[in-house]
């Protein structure tokens, strides 16, 4: 178990992050040719996503080895995200406005990094635009799927974002990251949830307590 809870939460945190050194000679963005269609649906996506204000929802990760973990991921934007692990697994990652925090349950340390300087700041943000600090590279279409890849701007060989909708209605399904190795790690949400009433108190790091003896797994 400490083996696969370790190599989860990294996966995990790397797609928040980005993680990872980028090749020593970065491309500025590939020039996306987008057509009236493809802008008119990216200004459909900055509404619909603009217009979620809280979420929750099962996760399943499908990390790059193949290995699939479940977890619940909830959102109270702007600024606040909560990501935690079905036991076993102990690790979370919350966002609390300005920070992002992860919890390594194994070793139990907690790191912290600002969450502007995450990719969480995308979806977090009050404002979601899909321009200026990020840029559209590929929409794509196919059997009620609408696909928006983006990358950062100013540091495109990071990686990419890629969400997924089902449209009409448009509703966010799953999104993949590919990092600067060309690992795919994927996040698809299993019946999703909008509009909830969500506890404040789960939006802040808390250190958990330590289990009493007798009663750890």
Do not use: C
């Not at 050194?21 to 590939?30: E, L």
């Not at 929802?57 to 079905?86: A, C, E, H, W």
């Amino acid at each position: 178990m400490p083996a696969r809870s370790t190599a989860a939460a990294l996966a995990l945190l790397g797609v928040l992050l980005a993680a990872g050194p980028a090749p020593a000679a970065p491309r500025a963005p590939a020039a996306a040719t987008l057509s009236q269609e493809d802008h008119a649906d990216i200004g459909r996506v900055e509404q619909y996503l603009n217009g979620i204000h809280t979420m929750q929802s099962k996760f399943i990760q499908v990390n790059p080895n193949g290995q699939q973990i479940f977890g619940t991921f909830s959102l109270s934007r702007p600024g606040k995200m909560r990501l935690d692990y079905d036991p076993p697994i102990k690790d979370f990652i919350v966002a609390d406005g300005l920070f992002l925090f992860y919890w390594d349950g194994e070793m139990r340390q907690q790191s912290s990094t600002p969450i502007g300087a995450s990719l969480a700041d995308f979806i977090l943000r009050p404002d979601i635009r899909l321009s200026g600090d990020v840029t559209v590279t590929d929409v794509t279409r196919g059997s009620g799927v609408m696909e928006i890849t983006v990358v950062e701007t100013k540091e495109p060989a990071k990686g990419s974002l890629t969400l997924v909708f089902e449209d009409k209605p448009l509703q966010l399904r799953k999104w993949r990251v590919l990092d600067a190795q060309g690992q795919v790690t994927e996040v698809g949400l299993l019946n999703p949830r909008v509009g909830l009433s969500l506890d404040r108190d789960m939006f802040y790091f808390k250190e958990p307590q330590r289990e009493r003896f007798g009663h750890q797994n």
